[in-house]
């Protein structure tokens, strides 16, 4: 299980295909070849936020894209750093120079949890 919650503002729109971004997150979860994030049980989502105060609530200008990634515990310490790490640099690459055409602000959070799930997916995808 890896789910991955996009939230973004709206005034982001047009300066980066958030589909793409979604996919990407995605594409980076499936590439674990080892099984860590099964792909039958890998979600991304995205929440385009319309009603948001950033910073002093100033700017029209300032945007924000959160990202909150859930996913079953037991993943050591080790490989939530590296793996961590090496996506924010590839949704940071993705975004190119995001930074600096605008005041913008990215957060990844990563936590883990237990619960219950049922999922026939895995199924369709061993067919």
Do not use: C
């Not at 295909?17 to 995605?26: N, P, V």
């Not at 948001?52 to 515990?73: C, H, P, Q, R």
């Amino acid at each position: 299980m890896a789910h991955a919650v996009v939230e973004w503002t709206d005034n982001l729109e047009g300066d980066f295909d958030i589909k793409k971004f979604l996919s990407l997150i995605a594409e980076i979860m499936r590439e674990r070849s080892d099984g860590v994030f099964p792909v039958g049980g890998i979600r991304v989502r995205g929440v385009k936020l319309t009603d948001y105060v950033i910073a002093d609530g100033k700017s029209t200008d300032d945007a924000f894209i959160n990202i909150e990634v859930l996913m079953g515990a037991g993943r050591s310490d080790e490989f939530k750093q590296q793996f961590f790490d090496q996506m924010w640099d590839r949704l940071n690459e993705y975004l190119g120079d995001l930074y600096d055409r605008r005041p913008f602000a990215m957060t990844l959070y990563v936590f883990e949890s237990k619960g219950w799930k049922k999922n026939s997916i895995h199924k369709r995808l061993k067919g």
